[in-house]
């Protein structure tokens, strides 16, 4: 073929903008997104056609162009970030934003976001007040604790910490919680960025008392006790309770710092789950700091909480480092809302929505699956449905062991594979993120809202999604 008068072909920019589509287009979302989109796509047409070997083919591309064009301005204006159904069952799921915020806050987060607010101005004195004043009482109310803050996530907590306790001296941990929690976050990679010369004691498997109390030096300014909350070592292991290891730290006046992950603040053993550390157990127990996530088992926004004594949260509050740490109005807002719901434990499981998922019982879950195969059953679709019982995660690194037990859809499409399935799945205007077991599409319940089964089942008819 001729490659060059195909070349030649390819409209100039002036010519296109004298298309009615691309007039349209300029009228709608304005000359320069138009004109970006242009360059765009031609170039890409080049790109291609240059790859071509058949005229067809090429001449297709061409006819294709202003459609193209237009799909490409479309397409910037559709933001890429978007509600997705968590078909997964795993409650925390990282990939898809952790805990959900509760609907019922955002009346108030939607004001305090779109409105001035006093998120540092104290309204009874008519001067600077502090961020953290939102919510420090009850959380201290909560936990036990004589003061609290918070930062951006706990990655920034364990920086923050060990950087204002450790800086230029030693941290001792166990070999036993040397954690990478994902994302390359890392204690020793942390303990050296925070500036703090890391002091390994004990081995993997096992660490006795005497290994912190040998390792105390002068230099040792702190000792760092991480939950490993997110893999377990079983078998012949142990390592030192934090209330056996603060004596010994009190008697060289060495703050014990708690890293606990996940933070919960009600013992969920109540609901048939592992016992985790809570929070006020830990506060209680005597350690000094105690560390958690916003956004895991404590079902808010993303934030690092710390709780402590006083006089170590103070030396945090005035660290330079927190200026670059900080949340901003909308975290301290929900965080607010959040620790208002455990005021009442039983609101709390009501109110936010990783609670209740955690906390739905089976009997209710098989209930919504049998819900959920009806309304798909009734759209007449090329695809088996069957319910099944089925096990989710909590996820995020909480709980790994936690097997819940759940309910589902199960999907065994008629006219495509089940691989071609759930990357349809994926590309539906909500799209639906799912699990493949045993060759079948397993739709979990537990992390689906009722509310959804009817958009669900209609989006199914109205895309097509199961036909050949
Ligand atoms: C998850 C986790 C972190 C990191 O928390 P983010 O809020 O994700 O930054 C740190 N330490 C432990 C023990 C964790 O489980």
């Given amino acids: 073929m001729d490659k060059n008068k195909i070349f030649r072909n390819i409209p100039k920019v002036d010519i296109l903008l004298e298309n009615d589509i691309v007039k349209n287009l300029i009228t709608k ?82 004001t305090i976001a779109s409105k001035y607010c006093n998120l540092e101005y104290n309204l009874a004195e008519g001067q600077r007040g502090e961020r953290y004043s939102h919510f420090e009482k009850l959380i201290c109310r909560l936990t036990g604790a004589q003061a609290a803050m918070a930062v951006n996530n706990n990655a920034s907590s364990v920086l923050l910490i060990l950087n204002s306790l450790a800086k230029d001296g030693e941290a001792i941990v166990s070999r036993g919680e040397q954690i990478e929690i994902g994302g390359k976050f890392r204690i020793p990679d942390v303990m050296e960025a925070s500036g703090a010369r890391m002091v390994e004691v004990g081995t993997t498997n096992k660490t006795h ?72 157990e830990s506060v209680m127990k005597g350690a000094d700091v105690v560390c958690f996530s916003g956004d895991k088992l404590l079902g808010g926004p993303q934030a690092g909480i710390i709780v402590g004594k006083k006089k170590y949260i103070d030396i945090m509050k005035k660290n330079q480092l ?39 019982s089976v ?14 059953k009734k759209m007449d679709l ?54 493949i077991v045993n060759d079948e599409i397993l739709l979990d319940v537990r992390t689906m809202e009722p509310e959804m089964f009817e958009t669900i089942a209609t989006m199914f008819k109205e895309t097509k999604v199961f036909e050949g």
């Fill in 209 to 280: 008392l005497e290994d912190y109390t040998e390792a105390i030096t002068e230099e040792t300014k702190a000792i760092l006790k991480v939950h490993t909350s997110n893999y377990a070592i079983v078998g012949f292991t142990g390592s030192v309770p934090i209330d056996e290891l603060i004596p010994a730290a009190n008697e060289h006046d060495i703050p014990v710092i708690e890293d606990l992950g996940s933070g919960v603040l009600i013992d969920l053993s109540k609901y048939g789950l592992e016992k985790e550390p809570t929070v006020q």
């Fill in 363 to 376: 009997t209710e879950l098989e209930d919504r699956a049998m819900k959920l195969l009806w309304k798909l």
């Fill in 382 to 435: 090329p695809a088996t449905f069957t319910t099944t019982p089925c096990e989710s995660q909590i996820g995020g690194g909480s709980m790994p062991l936690a097997r819940l037990e759940s309910s589902g859809v199960v999907i065994i499409p008629d006219m495509i594979s089940v691989n071609e399935l759930e990357e349809r799945f994926r590309h539906l205007p909500i799209p639906i993120v799912s699990r």
């Fill in 322 to 360: 927190t200026r670059a740490l900080r949340i901003d109005k909308f975290t301290a807002a929900a965080l607010e809302l959040v620790f208002m719901e455990y005021l009442n434990e039983d609101k709390a499981i009501e109110n936010i929505p990783t609670l209740r998922m955690i906390t739905t």
């Fill in 29 to 110: 979302y304005g000359r320069e997104c138009v004109i970006y989109a242009i360059r765009e796509e031609t170039d890409i047409l080049r790109n291609d056609i240059s790859k071509m070997k058949e005229e067809d083919q090429a001449l297709k591309q061409l006819d294709a162009l202003v459609s193209r064009i237009e799909k490409n301005v479309l397409d910037m204006f559709n933001p890429t970030m978007k509600q997705v159904i968590n078909a997964t069952g795993t409650v925390l799921h990282t990939n898809l934003g952790r805990a959900p915020i509760s609907s019922k806050h955002l009346e108030h987060l939607n």
